[in-house]
């Protein structure tokens, strides 16, 4: 179905002021050229510059929206927040300063109406694309391996790209988004299943206005991020990483203690209580962290069921280890390292017993809120507290504007089609 705007362009903005009037009219100009019909939305954290009256006035010309967010900050949530908002067939984000060209807007859609692509990306490592001069090495060293560090999600090349496009019919799982940092491309991509990727090329021009927001907090963030896109992506091979890793943690712990009792009670007890602290140990960190999103039954009903699973795994753990210093003279001679072989053979029966008994998965949770795509998300959007969003004063102060575009509850119901 056709609708009025073909496409919502959707710029997170802190403190652009300087910028917004190139970039509208540039947009504009380049959609119209297009033949495209557009609405900007502008979601700005509240920045006091006069971004508020500079889009009043643009809004006299242009369909421009400004969504002023009070009381939060991030660049990723106030995308979401204005994808919420948008009104278009197609969705395409991009940042303010003029650093992805408004110009290649309309190339960012073709693969999309060819139904070529599900995602399309503007691109600086494609051939043809590229990045301002002024890039020194480390920063572009720091980019190319922050898109490394993604290839196992996605396979495109420039995945950290805050400029990109879709179609809002594959913008499934919008409540299901949870960016931290900046990524929100990345996160779109990883968690709409979004794989069939078209990325066009673009030079990527270096703002001449205004500060970047980028800080070394946000590479920190970026890292947080990507576990948590891993774990949601590949959320059996994440686990089973983090349980072998607790399982060496629980290892050095049982030679450790080994080493320290033998000496005292012989080495069958020894091995017996070493394996019982390293059992405990394991049992808290796998409840801690491997297992933390699970069905968590009662504290000592599950620590036993943990025992009881590991029990056959400690059994052969202990046959292996005390069999190896007694019966053999090369480990009578080196006892700890025979006390380290006989928890390795014990893992694997240990993660199976635990995956398919103590430590269950939760069944998936009904999400309403998803269920009627989009049109539940225009008619109601979430509003966080305190968010006294300045779309509503502005259309309060110029409800005759017809530029200022309409408020949701006037959007025509939408299905996704
Ligand atoms: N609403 C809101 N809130 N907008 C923000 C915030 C925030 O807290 N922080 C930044 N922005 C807006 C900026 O105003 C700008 O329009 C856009 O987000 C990008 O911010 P920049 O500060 O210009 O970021 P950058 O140039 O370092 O990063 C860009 O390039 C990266 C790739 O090198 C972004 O496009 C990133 O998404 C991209 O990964
Ligand atoms: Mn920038």
């Not at 394996?275 to 297992?291: D, G, K, P, V």
Request: include cysteine; hydrophobic fraction near 45%.
């Amino acid at each position: 179905m056709k609708t009025a705007i073909d496409v919502s362009v959707v710029v997170p903005t802190y403190r652009e002021r300087d910028n917004l009037a190139e970039l509208t009219e540039r947009l504009f100009s380049s959609l119209k050229e297009a033949g495209l019909q557009g609405e900007l939305i502008i979601v700005d954290d509240d920045s006091q510059d006069g971004t508020i009256d500079i889009c009043r006035s643009l809004a006299e010309h242009f369909p421009v929206r400004l969504i002023t967010r009070i009381g939060e900050r991030g660049l990723a949530t106030a995308v979401i927040r204005g994808l919420q908002e948008a009104q278009g067939e197609c969705l395409v984000v991009m940042d303010a300063d003029l650093s992805h060209p408004p110009e290649a807007v309309p190339e960012l859609l073709r693969p999309l109406q060819t139904q070529q692509a599900d995602f399309v990306i503007g691109s600086r490592y494609v051939p043809g694309g590229s990045l301002d001069e002024s890039w020194g090495l480390f920063r572009r060293l720091n980019s190319r391996v922050a898109g490394w560090l993604a290839r196992g999600l996605t396979t495109a090349r420039d995945p950290m790209a805050g400029f990109f496009s879709l179609h809002r019919r594959h913008l499934t799982n919008l409540n299901g988004l949870n960016p931290c940092g900046y990524k929100i491309g990345l996160e779109i991509m990883v968690r709409c299943g979004l794989s069939r990727i078209v990325e066009v090329p673009i030079h990527f021009t270096d703002r001449t206005r205004g500060e970047s927001k980028l800080s070394l907090k946000e590479q920190g963030l970026y890292l947080k991020h990507l576990a948590r896109l891993y774990a949601f992506r590949f959320p059996e091979a994440v686990r089973f990483s983090t349980f072998t890793a607790v399982g060496i943690s629980g290892l050095v712990l049982d030679m450790l203690s080994f080493a320290l009792l033998a000496p005292g009670v012989g080495i069958r007890i020894a091995r017996a209580a070493a394996i019982w602290m390293a059992m405990t140990w394991n049992y808290e960190l796998n409840r801690s962290i491997t297992f933390r999103q699970t069905e968590t039954s009662g504290r000592l009903v599950q620590y036993l069921k943990f025992c009881g699973a590991c029990l056959f795994g400690a059994m052969v753990s202990w046959s292996i280890s005390v069999g190896l210093i007694e019966q053999t003279t090369f480990f009578s001679r080196h006892p700890i390292t025979a006390a380290g072989l006989g928890p390795v053979f014990a893992a694997v029966v240990n993660y199976a017993a635990c995956r398919m008994w103590v430590f269950r998965s939760r069944p998936a949770p009904a999400s309403p809120a998803t269920a009627p795509g989009f049109a539940g998300l225009l008619r109601k959007p979430s509003v966080p507290a305190g968010d006294t969003s300045a779309m509503l004063n502005m259309s309060g102060e110029s409800q005759n504007s017809a530029a200022l575009l309409a408020t949701t509850s006037d959007t025509p119901e939408r299905t996704a089609a």
